[in-house]
């Protein structure tokens, strides 16, 4: 059996509460996010304005596993202008030392991209 981790509850009440439930428990650990760009390459017009940008979450724990709920990754011409960014709820778990990906994706772009996940 995996490990995930476990969770303690209380509930203190002076009186019947009917419909209490635990919705989502959230935890954190080490894990590892990063981005990488390629390019340019040359489009069919022979300009260099082809880019290429990936996400990557990794695990990095020695025993626990990791619920990826969402990732996004963004390619922004300054820190306020985005020129590509895709999400994905991909809703899997990673075990210890495995990497979710997100990409390669392509865009076009004449200068030089900030990229992050």
């Known amino acids: 059996m995996a490990y995930f981790g476990f969770a303690k509850v209380n509930f203190s009440f002076d009186d019947t509460i009917s419909g209490s439930e635990i919705v989502d428990v959230f935890a954190r650990g080490p894990v590892t996010i990063s981005a990488k760009k390629e390019g340019p390459k040359k489009n069919a017009s022979g300009e260099f304005v082809l880019w290429n940008m990936t996400g990557f979450i990794k695990n990095t724990a020695g025993t626990a596993y990791y619920n990826v709920t969402t990732i996004s990754v963004f390619a922004k011409s300054s820190w306020t202008t985005t020129i590509k960014s895709q999400t994905e709820h991909p809703y899997t778990w990673i075990q210890p030392s495995q990497t979710y ?6 865009f076009n772009y004449s200068g030089v991209p900030i990229v992050w996940a």
């Open 101 to 106: 990906t997100l990409g390669p994706i392509q």
